[in-house]
């Protein structure tokens, strides 16, 4: 369990990041914080430090979503559906993409918790549509549909939602024998 005071310090790295497009410097996130540079390095020794746990604390708000969708949807309409965020949820996308850059530039290549994610949602994704090239069609549909909307570009409504009936249809197809199927096979005999 993280402090409060580790908690607000990420908050306000994450607000400083969205207000100004860009990540503060350690400075201005202590500042803006109200603590001393000492006791932000106290929680955060260094910047990679500082960012991989803002990406930790943003990651898991999205996580989150994503399970609480899981929960009352099959994986595909979950994870395809929560790739096209609302504006708050927006913010931290660009806040994830932000910091993912920064960690790039340090020379550290994804984060744990991310992978993690990533090799849950394509096992589940595996399991409900029975084949692993489908699982990674679904993962790059709510990928770019993500990236759309970050960039400013959503897909219209319409294609979005026509896009997502159509493989939650595929996964339901592969996932529940269609009794049709059944009955021209009988009829064939």
Do not use: W
Not at 2 to 25: F, K, N, V
Not at 33 to 40: I, P, T
Not at 68 to 80: C, D, K, N
Not at 122 to 151: C, H, K, Y
Request: with cysteine.
């Amino acid at each position: 369990m993280q402090s409060d005071a580790r908690a607000h310090i990420l908050e306000t790295m994450r607000e400083l990041t969205i207000r100004a497009g860009a990540l503060p410097s350690m400075d201005a996130v202590a500042k803006a914080a109200g603590v001393s540079k000492g006791g932000l390095t106290h929680h955060f020794p260094n910047r990679t430090v500082l960012l991989g746990a803002l990406v930790e604390m943003v990651g898991i708000r999205t996580t989150e979503t994503f399970e609480r969708a899981r929960r009352s949807a099959p994986v595909s309409r979950a994870y395809l559906e929560t790739s096209v965020p609302d504006s708050g949820e927006l913010d931290d996308f660009f806040v994830l993409f932000t910091c993912y850059q920064a960690l790039r530039a340090a020379g550290i290549d994804g984060h744990p918790s991310f992978d993690a994610f990533v090799v849950d949602l394509t096992r589940a994704l595996t399991a409900e549509f029975g084949d692993p090239f489908q699982a990674l069609i679904v993962r790059l549909v709510g990928d770019g549909l993500l990236l759309n909307s970050v960039m400013g570009t959503p897909v219209p409504a319409a294609e979005r939602d026509a896009l997502i009936e159509h493989f939650s249809r595929a996964g339901a197809d592969v996932s529940t024998p269609s009794t049709s199927k059944s009955t021209s096979t009988e009829s064939t005999s």
